[in-house]
């Protein structure tokens, strides 16, 4: 499986942005899909995560109200709707998949497989 990541870029505070990940590679099975960000100088770490069918999905605390993470139609892309940006949102954004399963991870452990990450630069 691969994924790819898009859509991030230069924004300002306050602003909006939409985030994609496409999982290819295999036939559509039920996978669990999350974001993840890792900061300049800090630990990647947990943004949000969706179920294969929509009907669950957890958000960081930092990012609840803001985020909003839903998947396509075909059930193999992901989006994450960025509202209300704030610079702190800063950070190199990795989408992640978790095949075959109707568990939500919020861990890095959770997640088999890794896109290669789009930055998002919130300036001030």
């Known amino acids: 499986v691969q994924l790819q990541a898009y859509g991030g870029g230069l924004v300002q505070a306050g602003g909006s942005l939409r985030l994609s990940c496409v999982a290819s590679?295999?036939?559509?099975?039920?996978?669990?899909m999350a974001w993840f960000r890792q900061a300049p100088g800090k630990d990647r770490e947990f943004v949000s995560a969706?179920?294969?069918?929509?009907?669950?999905?957890h958000y960081a605390d930092s990012v609840k109200g803001r985020f909003t993470i839903s998947r396509g139609d075909a059930k193999n892309t992901v989006y994450l709707q960025m509202s209300s940006l704030k610079p702190e949102d800063t950070a190199v954004y990795y989408c992640?998949?978790?095949?075959?399963?109707?568990?939500?991870?919020?861990?890095?452990?959770?997640?088999?497989?890794w896109g290669q990450g789009t930055q998002l630069t919130v300036s001030s």
């Open positions: 590679g295999r036939s559509y099975t039920r996978d669990s």
């Open positions: 969706i179920s294969w069918s929509g009907s669950t999905t």
């Open positions: 992640a998949a978790d095949l075959d399963t109707s568990y939500v991870g919020k861990m890095e452990f959770d997640y088999g497989y």
